[in-house]
């Protein structure tokens, strides 16, 4: 939000002078970007629904607000206490901007409605594969990046080429992490 301050008892004259815009701590801004999940909050437990441990769909995921110019959403899921590197669960990109949800159980299909696309992840499969660590309790980060362009790749894209492909049109990003043992 911005404010115009004016000194009142200036003269209409030299408004525009002494005027002077002042933004409050959030301008300049937008809005922060939040990723939220009905099925669990941040830092906590992911539900073994969603998990290798039961039928391991993928979670519902909600975000707001759209960031002005956004033409579409990337979401990477990854665990980074994997022990051979980060590794990567879900892939998903294309996702048009008038979109701010994604329901439980994302069809594994290289092509979704409306052009939405997904990626292979790191088990060299297309779609959500769930948490399911070999040992201990592991954060599984889901990262929303707000692009200002779609993504010129195919269908199946590996988290590299999504990556580079996103270098530069990055106009917000929001995490939302779960553990899972």
Not at 7 to 20: E, S, Y
Not at 94 to 114: C, F, G, K, Y
């Amino acid at each position: 939000m911005r404010r115009i301050i004016a000194a009142w008892t200036v003269p209409a004259l030299i408004l525009p002078f002494w005027a002077m815009q002042i933004d409050d701590a959030r301008a300049g801004q937008e809005a922060a970007l939040h990723l939220t999940s009905a099925a669990f909050s941040d830092g906590r437990t992911i539900p073994a629904k969603h998990t290798c441990d039961g039928r391991n769909i993928s979670p519902p995921l909600a975000w707001s607000p759209v960031p002005p110019g956004t033409k579409s959403f990337a979401l990477i899921m990854d665990d980074p206490d994997a022990t051979r590197g980060t590794w990567v669960p879900w892939v998903i990109y294309n996702i048009p901007p008038e979109i701010t949800e994604l329901a439980e159980n994302v069809n594994p299909d290289e092509e979704l409605d409306r052009g939405i696309r997904q990626g292979g992840n790191s088990s060299m499969r297309i779609g959500y594969r769930g948490p399911c660590p070999p040992s201990g309790s592991h954060r599984y980060r889901f990262k929303l990046y707000a692009l200002d362009t779609a993504l010129p790749l195919k269908p199946g894209a590996t988290t590299a080429q999504v990556l580079r492909a996103m270098e530069g049109h990055v106009l917000a990003e929001a995490r939302l992490t779960g553990r899972y043992r």
